[in-house]
């Protein structure tokens, strides 16, 4: 393996701890700024922000101040600092972000979409797994201290969630449904999992990407849905050479989630906690339309490898 940049020869835990640092201090240094913005757009002290204020006289400046800092966050913490980490590195055969494909094809794209989609429907009975698990096994404190860590999330998700305009709306859609899937594919499988898979094997390079995407979400009730989302994202990665198709698979997702909540009947912070029960057939349909994704996907696939 040859490396131009000065990380040549260093092993992978020097290679993640040199790009955990860059994104440690980029994300600081973005989040100064956005500090900066939010007493200047909003007139607000980001040290004084309070979930409770969303809510009240003054809630679309807080609520949009919130969005602020979980923007400029995200992009320093898993663009910015991975971009740099890139730059430096100056690695041409382990990073694939510049060589995927420029344009999308239509097909495969609406496959990937349709696939996630039903995905999501299966991945719900994990969720189920997961809980009834953690339940099962874990002592009752901890058990505990995860169901309120998950109410806790959806009372922060909340935050970004609600609105009261078409133009809150918007501001939402690009914070919560956009900016992740961009950010998080660059980091996760654009960078990272690209990294591992010089050192590690394919394979392994996939499960792992896939459990550090589940633990940094820190959602411990969702543990195993966020890691096999992780772990469908990158096999997308992987077997269509591009970083466009998981980022389009993510930000269907999002929208999904996101669709699903704002039309609940139920307040926004009580849907995303309220954990319904799904019909049987709805995951063996689900399981079907799957598995026929998968089927015209790798088709397609193949087709497209002979163009």
Same mark, same amino acid.
């Given at each position: 393996?040859?490396?131009?940049?000065? *990380?040549?020869?260093?092993? =992978? %835990?020097?290679?993640?701890?040199?790009?955990?640092?860059?994104?440690?201090?980029?994300?600081?240094?973005?989040?100064?700024?956005?500090?900066?913005?939010? #007493?200047?757009?909003?007139?607000?002290?980001?040290?004084? *922000?309070?979930?409770?204020?969303?809510?009240?006289?003054?809630? =679309?400046?807080?609520?949009?101040?919130?969005?602020?800092?979980?923007?400029?966050?995200?992009?320093?913490?898993?663009?910015?600092?991975?971009?740099?980490?890139?730059?430096?590195?100056?690695?041409?055969?382990?990073?694939?972000?510049?060589?995927?494909?420029?344009?999308?094809?239509?097909?495969?794209?609406?496959?990937?979409?349709?696939?996630?989609?039903?995905?999501?429907?299966?991945?719900?009975?994990?969720?189920?797994?997961?809980?009834?698990?953690?339940?099962?096994?874990?002592?009752?404190?901890?058990?505990?201290?995860?169901?309120? $860590?998950?109410?806790?999330?959806?009372? $922060?998700?909340?935050?970004?969630?609600?609105?009261?305009?078409?133009?809150?709306?918007? @501001?939402? *859609?690009?914070? =919560?449904?956009?900016?992740?899937?961009?950010?998080?594919?660059?980091?996760?499988?654009?960078?990272? #999992?690209?990294?591992?898979?010089?050192?590690?094997?394919?394979?392994?390079?996939?499960?792992?990407?896939?459990?550090?995407?589940?633990?940094?979400?820190? #959602?411990? =009730?969702?543990?195993?849905?966020?890691?096999?989302?992780?772990?469908?994202?990158?096999?997308?990665? $992987?077997?269509?050479?591009?970083?466009?198709?998981?980022?389009?698979?993510?930000?269907?997702?999002?929208?999904?989630?996101?669709?699903?909540?704002?039309?609940?009947?139920?307040? %926004?912070?009580?849907?995303?906690?309220? *954990?319904?029960?799904?019909? %049987?057939?709805?995951?063996?349909?689900?399981?079907?339309? @799957?598995?026929?994704?998968?089927?015209?996907?790798?088709?397609?696939?193949?087709?497209?490898?002979?163009?």
């Amino acid at each position: 393996m040859s490396t131009l940049g000065f *990380l040549e020869g260093k092993s =992978i %835990i020097v290679r993640l701890l040199f790009l955990l640092s860059l994104m440690l201090v980029f994300g600081l240094l973005f989040e100064l700024l956005a500090f900066a913005l939010v #007493q200047v757009f909003y007139g607000l002290s980001p040290f004084g *922000l309070s979930i409770e204020d969303a809510f009240g006289p003054n809630g =679309i400046a807080t609520r949009n101040a919130f969005r602020m800092l979980q923007f400029f966050l995200i992009t320093g913490m898993f663009v910015v600092g991975p971009g740099v980490y890139v730059s430096l590195s100056k690695n041409p055969n382990t990073f694939t972000i510049a060589a995927a494909n420029s344009t999308i094809d239509l097909r495969l794209a609406l496959t990937v979409m349709l696939g996630v989609l039903s995905f999501g429907w299966m991945v719900e009975g994990l969720v189920r797994i997961n809980l009834l698990a953690f339940e099962a096994f874990f002592p009752a404190d901890w058990f505990q201290y995860l169901l309120l $860590q998950s109410e806790e999330s959806a009372s $922060q998700m909340a935050v970004f969630l609600t609105s009261e305009s078409i133009l809150e709306d918007v @501001f939402t *859609l690009i914070i =919560i449904a956009f900016v992740p899937a961009l950010a998080e594919e660059y980091l996760f499988r654009g960078v990272l #999992q690209e990294e591992l898979k010089n050192f590690l094997g394919i394979k392994t390079s996939i499960l792992i990407t896939a459990t550090l995407f589940g633990l940094t979400h820190w #959602q411990g =009730i969702n543990f195993l849905g966020l890691v096999s989302f992780g772990w469908l994202l990158g096999s997308i990665k $992987q077997t269509s050479g591009s970083l466009w198709f998981p980022i389009l698979a993510h930000f269907t997702n999002n929208v999904f989630v996101l669709i699903q909540v704002k039309s609940s009947p139920l307040p %926004i912070e009580e849907a995303l906690k309220s *954990l319904s029960v799904t019909p %049987i057939w709805h995951y063996l349909a689900a399981t079907a339309v @799957f598995t026929l994704c998968m089927f015209f996907y790798f088709r397609r696939i193949r087709l497209l490898d002979k163009l």
